[in-house]
Nanobody, 128 residues
Framework: EVQLVESGGGVVQPGGSLKLSCVTSGFTFSDSPMSWVRQAPGEGLEWVAS????????YYTASVRGRFTISQDTAKNTAYLQMNSLKPEDTGMYYC?????????????????????WGPGTQVTVSS
């Protein structure tokens, strides 16, 4: 059974840091590009970051570039999102998603691509 479970969310002050984890099972992690997608309260889904299946090539939306780092540990079938210098506008539910391929063309054109699996999400709140 496919599972993606996010953890690491919480409440932090502006400028603080959080590290999210996405523990997966039920599919071949080493063949699956991983992504993080978030949803602010009352707003739509926003792609945040993706990493290719080798873990060598990360990609970020402009608003988080330089502050967030996506990574993975293939031995643990786990993806991570290190978030530094957090801002109130980073507040939202953060979802981990797996895809068969990394469709950067779709992400760049539409802000989203097709994903095979999603986790239930973890809440991140940045507030003073």
């Amino acid at each position: 059974e496919v599972q993606l479970v996010e953890s690491g969310g919480g409440v932090v002050q502006p400028g603080g840091s959080l590290k999210l984890s996405c523990v997966t099972s039920g599919f071949t992690f080493s063949d699956s590009p991983m992504s993080w997608v978030r949803q602010a309260p009352g707003e739509g889904l926003e792609w945040v970051a993706s990493i290719d299946e080798t873990g060598d090539y990360p990609y970020y939306t402009a608003s988080v570039r330089g502050r967030f780092t996506i990574s993975q540990d293939t031995a643990k079938n786990t993806a991570y999102l290190q978030m530094n210098s957090l801002k109130p506008e980073d507040t939202g539910m953060y979802y981990c998603a797996a895809s068969s391929r990394l469709d950067l063309t779709a992400i760049r054109a539409l802000g989203v691509q097709q994903y095979n699996y999603w986790g239930p999400g973890t809440q991140v709140t940045v507030s003073s």
